[in-house]
């Protein structure tokens, strides 16, 4: 059990010795003190306690065990975390979950078809006279050779077997799993044929750099123009984010996260030194693309189409992850749950407004200079929802207050921090000719249809606190606004145990207690 693997890895590890290797400690009576890690100090309020295993800074509030020191000092999940302080304890490692070893094998042997398949289209590409027109748009648009080998590009040749012959050749394969593993299509007269002809490939990679699935763009008109690996047990396009691997690294570093669009414009932006940018590959942007990586990230940047149709457009297809949260009573979209998902993320979302009609690849490639300022002067997501949504009213009274009641309140309802919520507020009112007070009477009015009574359903019982805070709300799931704006409230930073502050986390980012459980890393899934 992975329970017993914490629990004996805390046993053969101090925290004192952990934290006094990367902190130097003094011994202050039965504890220790130091400067912060977390915060820049001249004074020690950083104390270390032998006798519950934990630590405190009394300057900026952290706290925590032996796992959190090391997820926080390192940037590292708590399954890399788990993995470093297993072997520094002498403790192996068990799942709390049964794997099923044949499924396993099953899937690795899918994510093998789909890398010799990218390693045969990046031959087409640079061998065979095959892929001189693709060598060709790629000379036209910029990319060169060795970007293009970094992000393993390819070409799929204008026929209906190339793959399948060359992947059938080694006889270690057959046609039902490259179907399986999106390779091959079938029509409906039971034809199977190469799913990809006539096309530039971009293999599509999971964190670990392993292809998962491709993009494909044709070299001529047909259509469509970009073409997809089917949802596959190895890939699901909203699930996935294009140019992960090659920017994690950056991610971690800079603590941003630059989303694009386009595959094209993911390459040109690390071709010119922006390796933080990843593609969302004309998807909704989903917490389930982010959540690997989310707790790396302070600032989330999303570089939208320069006409406002387009920032429109992609605003809905973001805000279609309501369905990240347990907020079933909205069946529609609305922009209060982009906010929503700004603060599950706990990042900074802002919007990069790019002017000219350029798409960020021409921008970057033509004047880098310009697409860095774009960053600079990128807006806040609340600023730029409140500002699309009330810039093209009617000014008559009823028009203003409608929009108040219907497009304003449920943002600013989001908004928990009160000295932001103050700024918007008086943003609102400039724009639709009210007072502050004005506009904080129609929030409270909001808030007082929207909130339901909570139903305290029992106790917790006597014992670890932080343990059956999470007991609680796994079994009684958020299901009002009055929970969610409580559960919210949790300071992270003052949970000891790194178990149930991972699990704390997932919750308070709304998911569903489904997506809870599944969010979850194995080793802590049944703790």
């Known amino acids: 059990m992975a329970g017993d693997t914490v629990s004996q890895i805390k046993e053969r590890l101090d925290v004192v010795d952990l934290v006094g290797s990367k902190v130097q400690l003094r011994q202050a009576g039965r504890n220790f003190k130091g400067l912060c890690p977390f915060h820049t100090e001249k004074t020690p309020s950083f104390v270390v306690f032998p006798e519950s295993q934990s630590y405190h800074c009394f300057g900026c509030g952290k706290s ?79 990319v060169d050779r060795q970007t293009a080998e970094r992000f393993g590009l390819g070409f799929a040749p204008d026929s209906f077997d190339a793959l399948r012959n060359h992947l059938l050749r080694r006889g270690d394969v057959d046609q039902d799993v490259l179907l399986e593993a999106g390779l091959q299509s079938k029509n409906d007269s039971g034809r199977v044929y190469d799913r990809f002809r006539n096309r530039v490939m971009f293999p599509i990679r999971e964190r670990s750099g392993r292809t998962i699935g491709f993009g494909a763009r044709a070299l001529g008109d047909e259509m469509p123009k970009y073409l997809n690996s089917p949802q ?84 809905r297809a973001i805000d279609s992850v309501r369905e990240s949260f347990s907020d079933e009573s909205a069946p529609t979209v609305g922009a209060d749950t982009l906010v929503r998902f700004e603060r599950a993320l706990a990042a900074e979302v802002r919007i990069v407004l790019l002017e000219g009609g350029k798409d960020p690849d021409e921008l970057i490639r033509s004047d880098p200079d310009t697409w860095r ?71 409270r009015a909001g808030r007082s249809q929207g909130a339901r009574a909570v139903q305290v359903q029992e106790r917790p019982a006597a014992g670890d606190p932080e343990r059956h805070l999470v007991q609680l709300l796994l079994q009684y799931p958020l299901t009002t606004t009055a929970q969610d704006e409580a559960v919210q409230t949790i300071n992270l930073d003052d949970v000891l145990d790194a178990r149930n502050r991972e699990i704390l986390r997932v919750i308070i980012a709304g998911e569903s207690l489904n997506e809870t459980m599944e969010s979850l890393p194995d080793e802590i899934a049944q703790y």
């Open 64 to 142: 925590g065990d032996i796992f959190s020191f090391m997820m926080d000092t390192e940037n590292l999940d708590f399954g890399d975390t788990l993995k470093q302080l297993a072997q520094r304890a002498n403790v192996e490692i068990t799942s709390v979950a049964a794997r099923d070893p044949e499924r396993d094998a099953h899937r690795e042997r899918l994510i093998e078809l789909n890398e010799r398949a990218g390693s045969f289209f990046s031959s087409v590409l640079w061998t065979s006279a095959l892929g001189e027109p693709a060598r060709a748009l790629l000379e036209r648009r910029g």
């Open 232 to 315: 596959t047990p190895i890939f699901n396009k909203s699930d996935a984010l294009y140019a992960v691997d090659r920017a994690e690294e950056a991610i971690r570093r800079e603590r941003t996260l630059v989303v694009v669009e386009g595959y094209m414009d993911a390459i040109a932006a690390h071709q010119f030194g922006f390796s933080n940018v990843v593609a969302s590959m004309g998807t909704a942007l989903t917490s389930q693309q982010v959540g690997s990586i989310r707790r790396y990230v302070d600032r989330v940047f999303l570089a939208l189409d320069a006409d406002a149709a387009g920032q429109m457009a992609t605003l």
């Open 373 to 443: 300022r774009a960053l600079d002067r990128a807006i806040p997501l609340v600023e730029y929802v409140l500002n699309i949504k009330l810039r093209d009213i009617e000014r008559t009274p009823a028009a203003r207050a409608k929009a108040l009641r219907e497009d304003v309140v449920p943002v600013l309802r989001e908004i928990n921090d009160q000295a932001i919520l103050a700024h918007y507020v008086g943003v609102v009112a400039r724009l639709l000719e009210y007072k502050d007070t004005d506009v904080r009477a129609a929030l």
